[in-house]
């Protein structure tokens, strides 16, 4: 089961940033923060992902809260092809195997 | 140049066939997984390899067999389908290093249909 919580929908005008929340309140030491999305059945990609410190890339960014119970990834100029579910999953650094999807959350970026 | 690649993308079948699905990564990995997503829209894990060795087997049916003949390839094989193996496949791929987390690269995804 996932060990994740995240709304299950979400909406966001064009050209902002979209904020997606997640709780994940049994996370352990050794657990990252994955980020992974899906637009419209194609393969889940993977957008970002870290452990205590705030991290940035290309697609995004992630904030992670200091006590890392939660966490909020940033989309910061959303356009219509951000449209998808986005999925936050924690994994444990020594099991590379266990990522667990849960339902995440829908994303529905309008013009 | 695509990473992931499965084959077929659309699987019709009917009910007690034996279907394969082929994936294949040209990224360089050496752990390869078949995801599930049902109606529902879940994604869950089946399997896994690393190294040509099976390392996760998440209560899947004996009747699902996943084959790797080398690391590039992992394909799975349904024997005697079922109305409820109807669902989307995903394959994907990573690098693995124990004690370090890599992100996973996922195929197109193989819609099979059961009839």
């Known amino acids: 089961d996932a060990k994740t919580t995240q709304p299950p929908s979400m909406d966001c005008a064009e050209g902002r940033a979209a904020n997606l929340p997640c709780n994940h309140s049994?996370?352990?030491?050794?657990?990252?923060v994955y980020w992974y999305r899906q637009i419209h059945s194609q393969g889940p990609q993977y957008i970002i992902h870290?452990?205590?410190n705030n991290e940035t890339n290309e697609m995004a960014s992630l904030i992670i809260t200091e006590d890392r119970k939660s966490s909020t990834l940033i989309l910061p100029h959303a356009t219509l092809r951000d449209t998808a579910v986005y999925y936050c999953i924690v994994r444990s650094d020594y099991n590379n195997n266990d990522m667990r999807f849960g339902a995440g959350t829908r994303l529905t970026v309008k013009p | 140049d695509t990473a992931v690649s499965q084959t077929p993308k659309y699987l019709v079948t009917q009910m007690g066939n034996d279907k394969s699905i082929k994936c294949e990564q040209n990224?360089?990995?050496?752990?390869m997984y078949w995801y599930k997503q049902d109606s529902k829209k879940f994604l869950k894990i089946m399997f896994s390899y690393n190294n040509k060795e099976l390392i996760i087997n998440e209560t899947v049916p004996n009747r699902f067999s996943p084959k790797s003949p080398d690391k590039a390839h992992l394909n799975l094989h349904i024997n005697s389908l079922e109305l409820g193996d109807s669902a989307v496949y995903f394959c994907a791929s990573s690098q693995w290093a124990g004690g370090s987390s890599y992100e996973q690269y996922f195929g197109p995804g193989t819609r099979l249909t059961v009839t």
């Open positions: 049994t996370i352990s030491g050794n657990e990252y």
């Open positions: 870290g452990l205590k």
């Open positions: 990224l360089g990995h050496d752990t």
